[in-house]
């Protein structure tokens, strides 16, 4: 009880001290600075990390639409008939397709050699197994004759080509039985790279020099993919690979990313929080005879000491709370505040052709307010130390001048 008391009277000293309205306006003014400054810093910083996570899955569920979670490579000694029933012998997959994959040259009236990545797929498969059926945007994906192909937006494009056009393929390989093909579909994955390179075409058109290029696996949980690809190895000597490695140059570099805007952000709450010691600095040279009157009356240098970096907490409690809000409410309406801006400037910050989003995702991730919560509460803390052991050296005598 003893504790509690001194610590809310310690408080209540702080308090006064901070806003008592004889201090110096100049005072008053940094330190409301320090605590806006700290509001700026957590808000921008909680509402870029969301909004890079929000990117981060558009990304990440994009590519695992449209690519495999695992694939499996042929094997001399496993056969395609053993190798599927290793694969309904897994509750964890749930679907697979067989993918004959070739580099090619295509050409339209309009463009000839135009290089292309060719997936003679079972459009049935396909389906279970990607989200590909619904990234079509004209068409269909429904593979029906031998010569139907599926091409994306960018290839068409490129090609000046639409439903129902003709390409052919050089067939240098000689691995199709007929080179002339029509086009039957064109599918938007929002990912350029695919759309500019990739078409599928049916499996009963290919003259396959082996049973399969790769096994498309989908499974029930995507971020399983490492530990079932590494049990079929283990378990079953199967050569596979899933997305986490295929792709894991373009994640990390996300990851970098966001590294980089948190280490970037977070030096300005630093800046901020360095406000706080010129604030509490003056504070303490305005309240010097205060604090003398208070060391007269038998308060301690420890608790002097508690009391100004009390000042600081205060301070840093405001600001970051009012951040943590701040932070909230950008990520949550982020996407109206784009709108807005781009009315107001007459700019596309977020321009669908490059983006392929109808809006600006963001996905607030508990762990990293807590992480920004932490990060800024130590720096408070810091800022706040200086100035209480300041406070507490001054002896009695020098501040009233005796």
Not at 130 to 156: P, W
Not at 219 to 228: G, R
Not at 325 to 340: A, H, K
Request: aromatic share 8%; hydrophobic share 45%; net charge positive.
């Amino acid at each position: 009880m003893r504790i509690c008391y001194s610590v809310a009277m310690n408080l209540f000293i702080a308090y006064r001290f901070l806003f008592s309205r004889y201090n110096l306006s100049f005072i008053s003014i940094i330190s409301k600075v320090s605590i806006i400054g700290l509001m700026l810093g957590v808000g921008i910083l909680i509402t870029v990390l969301s909004v890079m996570n929000g990117f981060e899955k558009e990304l990440r569920d994009k590519i695992l639409g449209f690519t495999s979670h695992v694939n499996i490579y042929p094997h001399n000694h496993i056969t395609s008939d053993q190798i599927i029933s290793i694969i309904k012998s897994q509750e964890e997959i749930v679907s697979y397709s067989f993918i004959n994959r070739d580099e090619e040259l295509i050409s339209s009236d309009s463009v000839s050699n135009y290089p292309v990545i060719f997936h003679s797929v079972s459009s049935e498969k396909e389906k279970l197994t990607t989200n590909i059926s619904d990234m079509i945007i004209m068409g269909d994906f429904s593979l029906n004759k031998s010569t139907d192909v599926i091409i994306g937006t960018v290839l068409a494009n490129n090609l000046n080509v639409s439903i129902g056009d003709k390409i052919s393929i050089t067939n240098y390989k000689k691995n199709f039985k007929n080179n002339i093909m029509t086009i039957k579909g064109i599918f938007d994955s929002g990912i350029n790279e695919y759309n500019a390179r990739f078409m599928y075409g049916n499996k009963s058109n290919y003259i396959p020099a082996k049973n399969f290029s790769y096994i498309k696996l989908r499974l029930k949980d995507a971020l399983q993919a490492s530990n079932i690809s590494r049990n079929l190895f283990d378990s079953h000597s199967l050569i596979t690979s899933n997305w986490t490695e295929t792709h894991n140059a373009l994640f990390q570099a996300i990851n970098n990313e966001k590294r980089v805007m948190f280490i970037i952000l977070t030096l300005i709450i630093a800046i901020a929080a360095f406000n706080i010691i010129s604030s509490l600095s003056l504070l303490v040279m305005n309240k010097q005879k205060d604090i003398a009157i208070l060391m007269s009356i038998g308060l301690k240098a420890s608790t002097i000491r508690s009391i100004f970096l009390m000042q600081g907490i205060i301070i840093g409690l405001l600001g970051i709370s009012f951040g943590v809000i701040l932070g909230l409410l950008l990520s949550i309406n982020i996407n109206e505040i784009v709108i807005f801006a781009e009315g107001i400037f007459n700019i596309s910050l977020i321009s669908p052709d490059i983006y392929h989003l109808d809006k600006v995702p963001h996905i607030i991730i508990k762990s990293d307010i807590y992480n920004v919560i932490s990060i800024a509460s130590l720096l408070v803390v810091m800022s706040s130390i200086y100035p209480a052991m300041k406070a507490s050296r001054k002896l009695p005598i020098q501040s009233l001048n005796i």
